[in-house]
């Protein structure tokens, strides 16, 4: 009979934080060529990541614990420096709350309105786009092409979790808060 390694927490995140790398790098040749994307690459690049964790944490288990320790292992995994972190989790957390909104917005109501913020915050370089104050001037074809890149990088997020769960033993992990 097989049995599954137990996995701690910090592993989990590690492991999914090491499949966040090859989605980035697939989110950012889809933006480049799909979206015929010609803005600043060192903010694409920014939001890429920021979006990439968001995805993983819809994937991972619904726990601030799991998600606090996300980004405090990415924060150590590049080596960013203590006093730069408060202003990234900032910056998160400000994305974070407009991507939430729209997805359960679209939880709701299925609108795609993830797409619209997408194009928002990633391709038009608008990260102070708050999605509750202002009515969105994307065009319904780049929302709707972003909302099936959030598709892909969603069901990718998910693919991480499930190959994670064929090798490890993590319902531990899923009842944490």
Known sequence: ????????????????????????????????????????EKNLKFEVVIFSLWILTLSMPPSKKMRDLLHEQFCQNISMPEAERDV???????????????????????????????????MNQNPNFILKNFIPTTGATDSMKA????????????????EIKNEYKIQTLFNLS
Do not use: C
Request: aromatic share 18%.
């Open 1 to 40: 009979m097989f049995f599954r390694k137990k996995i701690k927490p910090e592993e989990f995140v590690e492991l999914m934080l090491e499949g966040r790398e090859e989605m980035q790098k697939m989110l950012l040749q889809i933006i480049k060529e799909d979206f015929d994307y010609s803005g600043n």
């Open 88 to 122: 990234f989790y900032q910056e998160i957390d400000k994305r974070y709350q407009n991507y939430f909104y729209a997805f359960n917005l679209d939880q709701k109501n299925p609108s795609g309105m993830v797409g619209t913020v997408i194009t928002e915050i990633i």
């Open 147 to 162: 909302f099936m890149l959030f598709r892909q990088a969603y069901d990718y997020g998910i693919a991480i979790v499930d």
